[in-house]
C-alpha cells in the first residue's frame, strides 16, 4: 500500500499557482519525498523530490513541513500543460528504488 | 537528464501469440531497471526489477514465464508478454536510474491483445 495520502482531484485556474498537498504521517527517516507526474498516455515524469529541506527546480518547488509528516508540491504559474496526475511518493535514498505509486492527485488548470 | 526509450509506443497482436518491448537507457547505464503495468483508471503496479547479469524478480502475483524478462546489458532490458490474452492489455512502463539519482520513466508501451 502506498504510504500517501493525496486528495482525488483539484482544480488551478491557469496562470494561477497550484498548490498539491499530500499528508505522509509515517514517513522514516531514510526517507524521501518524490513527486512524480503522468500526464495522459505517457509515462510518469520526475519532477523533484527532497528529504527535509525545502527544494526549488525549474518545474516546481517542494515544501516539507519540519515534522516531514506532510508535504506540497507548489506550481508556480499552472498552464494547460500541467494537467496531469501527480503522485507523491515516499522512496528511501536519493536515488530511489521501487517506487510504490498510489492514486495520485489529478489536476485540472482550467483556461 | 536521464533518458529512458522504450519501443514499440503501441502494439497490437493476436490472441496467442508473443510480444516484445525493449526497454533503453540512453545516457547512462543501468544494473536495475523496472517494469510497471498500468491498467485503465488505475495506478502504476510494479510487475518486476530487471537485474543486469541475473534474474529478475517478481513481485506477487506476477507470473514469470508469462512475462519473461532479460537485462542481456547494461542499457537493455526486455519484457516478453508470452502467450498473450486479452486481459494481458494494458500499459507496460520501464523505469531506471543513474547511480544516486531519482528513478526515470519510459513513453510506456500501449498492447492491445486481440
Known amino acids: 500500500d502506498a504510504k500517501t495520502t493525496q486528495p482525488p482531484s483539484m482544480d488551478c485556474a491557469e496562470g494561477r499557482a497550484a498548490n498539491l498537498p499530500c499528508n505522509h504521517s509515517t514517513i522514516s527517516g531514510n526517507e524521501y519525498v518524490y513527486w512524480y507526474r503522468q500526464i495522459h498516455s505517457q509515462g510518469p515524469q520526475y519532477i523533484i523530490h527532497g528529504l527535509k529541506n525545502n527544494e526549488t527546480n525549474e518545474m516546481a518547488s517542494l515544501i516539507i513541513t519540519e515534522d516531514r509528516k506532510s508535504s506540497t508540491l507548489i506550481l508556480p504559474h499552472a498552464t494547460l500543460r500541467d494537467t496531469a496526475v501527480y503522485y507523491c511518493?515516499?522512496?528511501?535514498?536519493?536515488?530511489?528504488?521501487?517506487?510504490?505509486f498510489g492514486k495520485g492527485t489529478k489536476l485540472s488548470v482550467i483556461p | 537528464g536521464a533518458v529512458v526509450s522504450q519501443h514499440p509506443s503501441r502494439v497490437i497482436c493476436k490472441s496467442g501469440t508473443s510480444v516484445k518491448i525493449e526497454c533503453r537507457s540512453l545516457?547512462?547505464?543501468?544494473?536495475?531497471m523496472f517494469w510497471y503495468r498500468q491498467f485503465p483508471k488505475q495506478s502504476l503496479m510494479l510487475m518486476a526489477t530487471?537485474?543486469?547479469?541475473?534474474?529478475?524478480?517478481?513481485e506477487q502475483g506476477v507470473e514469470k514465464d508469462k512475462f519473461l524478462i532479460n537485462h542481456a546489458s547494461l542499457t537493455l532490458s526486455t519484457l516478453t508478454v508470452t502467450s498473450a490474452h486479452p486481459e494481458d492489455s494494458s500499459f507496460y512502463i520501464c523505469s531506471a536510474s543513474p547511480l544516486n539519482s531519482p528513478l526515470h520513466f519510459g513513453n510506456g508501451t500501449r498492447l492491445t491483445v486481440t
Open positions: 511518493i515516499l522512496g528511501v535514498g536519493a536515488g530511489s528504488y521501487q517506487l510504490t
Open positions: 545516457d547512462f547505464q543501468a544494473t536495475t
Open positions: 530487471s537485474n543486469e547479469g541475473s534474474k529478475a524478480t517478481y
